[in-house]
Every structure is written in structure tokens, then in C-alpha cells.
């Protein structure tokens, strides 16, 4: 039998326990709090700042846009364009109507003093995720990347290309374009860049006032290819057939003259 005074204490000591714990919580529930305000701020200044940017832009180079509706208002979606200049991923975010993750260099976001705040700030504000180019292992990490923007219900932007046109053709596409529709079962929208390349040509560091056209074509929906492969496999077909289909589009859209091999980077000059 417990005597009375240890059955106060025992009841201090419960009380005690009790308070202790909700302190915790509520301090654990003020600092979810706090986070989610910060989140939600952050992003209510991404949307204001990325919304001044592209009024700016619209308003000085004046772009025309074709085929909005093909766009899919939510959900995942992978945006495939020809690419023919650097100012490419800049324009595409600023033109869709809703958020657009693109990978660039990472040294757009590795720059010193005034010069490398602009650029990082700039690169975040229109979506960009920072990516090291030049060996298989990045390759793959940027796939890796673009799945999870995918999962999250993302547009997610790619050149099938690879790398920018120097001379104005459209280059075979890249199956890694294919590889994340079968894989994320995303649709694939097919845009064509037209004037882009007039606008920043390669070489020049700041943008012209040119004219500019973006159109967007019906989506590639990936399903069919997918119940394909499930019946009978063939995935590397599959990949192939899926990129050959968004390039043709893209190919009927920009009115560019085709090239039937890859495009790579130029060499750097020997001294």
C-alpha cells in the first residue's frame, strides 16, 4: 500500500512529467511553426520575383507563344526543346505558366562578388538546379534529379540535344529524354525555340532585342511504349522511338534542317 506522501510525489513526479512533455511538443510544434512560415514566405517571394522577371520580359522582347493548352496545368511533365542558345532556359520558364526545373552549369552558381550573386539569384529565380557537367556519374545524377522533380508532381525542362546547335540544325536526340518518360510515365511536351539564337547568339554575354517564338505541340504520351515493354520488353527501342518521335515534332514546329548524327561539344583550341 502507497502512503499519502508517496502518493503525492508520485503525483508531483507525474505532473512534472506531463508538463515536461508538452513543453516538448510545443516546442517542437513551434519550431514546425516557424519552418513552414519560412517556407511559404520563401516561396511567396519566388513567385513575386519570378512574376516581375517575366512581365519584364514579355514587356521588352515581346514573344510570341503557341500552344499553351498543351501544357498541362498540374502534375508531372517534361518539357523537351531544341536548344539554340544559352538564353534558352531562361526563356522557357519565364514563358510557361507554372514552375519549370532546368539544370544548369554549376558555375553559374560559383561566381564571386556582385557579378556571382546576380547569377545564382537569377539561375534560382527562374528554377534552375546546379549540375556539374562532364562525366558519366554527373550524367546520371541529372537523371536522378529530374525523377525526383518528377515524383514531386514538377515540370521538369531537357535538350534531347545535349548541347547547344552552333550551326542551326536540330541533332539526333539523346534517349535520356525517352529513359524518363518510360521511367516517370510523365508526358512529354515537345517545344521549339525560333529566334533565340538572334537574341543571345554564342559568344555574346548580354541578350538583344529580338523577336523571339515559342510554340508548344501536342504531348508524347509515353503509356503505349510502356504497356510495349511490359508485354514484350525492348526498353532501348522504346527510348529510341519515344526521342525520334519528340525530335520529329520538334523538327515540324522550328523548321529546322535535321542532322542525322549527335551534337557535341566543340574542343577546347590547343595553345
Known amino acids: 500500500m502507497v502512503g499519502a506522501g508517496a502518493g503525492s510525489g508520485l503525483r508531483v513526479q507525474f505532473a512534472e512529467d506531463i508538463t515536461g512533455r508538452d513543453s516538448d511538443r510545443t516546442g517542437r510544434y513551434r519550431a514546425y511553426e516557424l519552418c513552414a512560415l519560412t517556407w511559404r514566405c520563401w516561396v511567396s517571394l519566388y513567385e513575386v520575383a519570378r512574376w516581375v522577371v517575366a512581365c519584364a520580359f514579355r514587356l521588352v522582347w515581346r514573344p510570341t507563344i503557341v500552344g499553351v493548352q498543351h501544357l498541362p496545368r498540374e502534375g508531372a511533365v517534361i518539357l523537351a526543346s531544341n536548344h539554340r542558345s544559352f538564353i534558352d532556359s531562361v526563356v522557357i520558364p519565364l514563358v510557361v505558366p507554372r514552375q519549370v526545373t ?122 503505349p511504349w510502356r504497356w510495349a515493354v511490359e508485354a514484350s520488353g525492348g526498353a532501348g527501342r522504346a527510348r529510341r522511338e519515344i526521342t525520334d518521335e519528340v525530335m520529329s515534332r520538334i523538327a515540324r514546329m522550328s523548321g529546322q534542317e535535321t542532322a542525322d548524327d549527335y551534337n557535341t561539344p566543340p574542343q577546347p583550341s590547343l595553345p
Open 102 to 223: 532546368f539544370l544548369a552549369k554549376s558555375e553559374y552558381f560559383e561566381g564571386r562578388g556582385v557579378r556571382g550573386a546576380w547569377s545564382r539569384t537569377f539561375f534560382r529565380v527562374v528554377g534552375a538546379v546546379p549540375i556539374r557537367r562532364g562525366c558519366r556519374r554527373d550524367s546520371l545524377g541529372a537523371l536522378d534529379t529530374a525523377l525526383e522533380a518528377l515524383s514531386r508532381g514538377s515540370a521538369f525542362g531537357i535538350y534531347p540535344e545535349g548541347t547547344r546547335s552552333r550551326d542551326g540544325r536540330l541533332y539526333r536526340g539523346r534517349t535520356g529524354v525517352g529513359w524518363l518518360a518510360l521511367t516517370s510515365g510523365a508526358p512529354v511536351v515537345p517545344v521549339a525555340l525560333t529566334g533565340t539564337e538572334r537574341m543571345q547568339p554564342i559568344g555574346a554575354r548580354v541578350p538583344r532585342v529580338r523577336r523571339i517564338r515559342v510554340e508548344f505541340g501536342p504531348v508524347v504520351d509515353p503509356e
